[in-house]
């Protein structure tokens, strides 16, 4: 049996966005820049495409909405704009999550390079940050607060409504990454007080090389990207036309299918924490209810997640023992680290993240692989042995 579970690392292009781009490579080659007849046909594809979008999200107008090469240089442009725009007004100070995903830290490290202050919280030990702490991060000089919508590794879904709120309440910009929420919880822009929005089309079954960048009118954005004037003079580079019209129908499909969709994964999520709880010393990591749809994060004492995922592979049980964009590196997660997690029960975990196209069989199967392949790396670890006998401490209790 071979069953994908990582779909929180890139989901499988859907039969709706294939033929979109299909029709578009066919029908539609045009540079929606040229003042031609192709050119114009191919602008309006492109201006569909973004009312789509803006739709899903409830934009007040599609020209907020701009398309980029995917949520990482979408989470660059907005942490750039707000930042180098308000330096002029004395705002210097950011504020973020130290869980947040790489695109968000490394743009941060490099604007304190260039002399802004960053303030770094910490969640709660659930993976959820504690609003009072936004509230009282927020200063005088704060230009922005960037908080991802939900985390990629541990699916912890974040407070944006209320952090929206603070941020309106205290005149501060509010950015997030939602890159894992699109299409798998409802994101309303104007409701939830959200002035800037990342998202990438390979996440909800649309394209990969294609993101979106919502940005609510009267934010002005720095280009990160210079030679020519797409995109309203903000993202340089011949627009990819086809690319975008597929992501945009797969976001509709999702959002328009959300509640049925995530009912099922969620309920095959439950189904994967039930089956895995009695495996001793080892844990969920993140809030068991208010996580992603499809989020399972698991911690085995004893044992590295690389070597369970190898092995799990042998199996056709495909999943992650960390985000994708650092899968290679074998340093623990920052996101489990960071939000208190030891390095050791770091070091043995696992992400499963599940859709819709899962089943229930295929479930059961990655449970008794699971348990199968934890005891056996178990019998053969040093370490395993040391915390048995009383050599080391174990760090996770024995039942959760």
């Keep these: 049996m071979r069953v994908y579970a990582d779909n929180a690392a890139t989901t499988y292009l859907s039969k709706t966005a294939r033929d979109k781009l ?3 490579l066919d029908n539609f080659n045009g540079n929606p820049n040229s003042l031609h007849t192709d050119g114009q046909r191919t602008q309006e594809v492109l201006d569909e495409a973004r009312a789509i979008v803006a739709g899903c999200i409830n ?16 989470d660059n442009q907005a942490l750039i704009s707000a930042a180098r725009g308000l330096r ?58 960037s908080i ?14 209320e952090i929206g709120a603070i941020c309106k309440e205290k005149h501060v910009l509010f950015h997030t990454d939602a890159v894992q929420a699109a ?32 940005a609510r009118n009267g934010i002005r954005l720095t280009n990160v990207i210079e030679g020519g004037a797409q995109e309203r003079g903000k993202r340089a580079g011949t ?4 690319g975008i019209a597929s992501m945009a129908v797969a976001l509709k499909e999702g959002c328009d299918n959300m509640e049925q969709n995530m009912s099922k994964v969620r309920a095959l999520r439950d189904r994967l924490i039930e089956g895995l709880k009695d495996i001793p010393y080892s844990q969920l990591n993140g809030d068991p209810v208010k996580r992603l749809p499809g989020n399972v994060n698991w911690s085995f004492e004893g044992v590295e997640g690389e070597s369970l995922l190898l092995h799990l592979d042998l199996y056709g049980i495909e999943c992650s023992s960390g985000s994708a964009c650092t899968s290679e590196s074998l340093d623990p997660s920052h996101v489990l680290t960071g939000m208190g997690i030891p390095v050791e029960a770091a070091h043995g975990s696992l992400r499963f993240s599940l859709d819709y196209e899962n089943t229930e069989e295929q479930i059961d199967y990655i449970i008794e ?15 395993w042995e040391d915390l048995q006998n009383g050599i080391r401490e174990h760090c996770i209790p024995e039942h959760m």
């Design 239 to 242: 627009v990819n036309v086809p």
């Design 88 to 145: 002029n007004k004395g705002k210097k100070h950011l504020v973020t999550l130290n869980i947040e995903h790489h695109a968000i830290l490394h743009t941060m490290a490099k604007l304190e390079k260039e002399g802004f202050e960053v303030t770094y919280l910490k969640p709660q030990p659930n993976g959820i940050v504690d609003i009072e702490d936004v509230k009282n991060a927020i200063r005088e000089d704060t230009a922005l607060v």
């Design 148 to 161: 991802m919508f939900a985390n990629n590794e541990m699916g912890a879904i974040q407070p944006i409504p």
């Design 369 to 383: 692989k699971v348990h199968s392949v934890v005891e056996l790396y178990r019998s053969m670890s040093p370490y």
């Design 59 to 74: 934009a007040k107008n599609p020209n907020e909405i701009y398309f980029t090469s995917g949520g990482s240089e979408a």
């Design 22 to 24: 299909i029709e578009c």
């Design 183 to 214: 299409a798998h919880l409802p994101i309303d822009v104007q409701a939830m007080n959200i002035d800037m929005l990342s998202m990438s089309g390979h996440k909800f079954h649309g394209p990969k090389g294609v993101g979106i960048l919502y």
